[in-house]
């Protein structure tokens, strides 16, 4: 069977575009943050970026 990805509607929507872009962005800046900060706050920021794509999804 060929590796064959399929497309769900909401993959083309801008406002899900716009969602993955904030998603890697969070992660960056959780990734950039310092040391003290790194669990508690990172953590937030990534699983709050995640939470706005899954809901769209």
Do not use: C, W
């Amino acid at each position: 069977m060929a590796n064959q990805r399929q497309e769900y509607g909401f993959e083309s929507l801008a406002s899900y575009q716009h969602a993955l872009k904030l998603m890697q962005a969070a992660y960056k800046l959780a990734s950039d943050l310092p040391a003290f900060e790194r669990y508690n706050l990172a953590d937030q920021i990534r699983r709050s970026a995640l939470s706005v794509t899954l809901n769209i999804a």
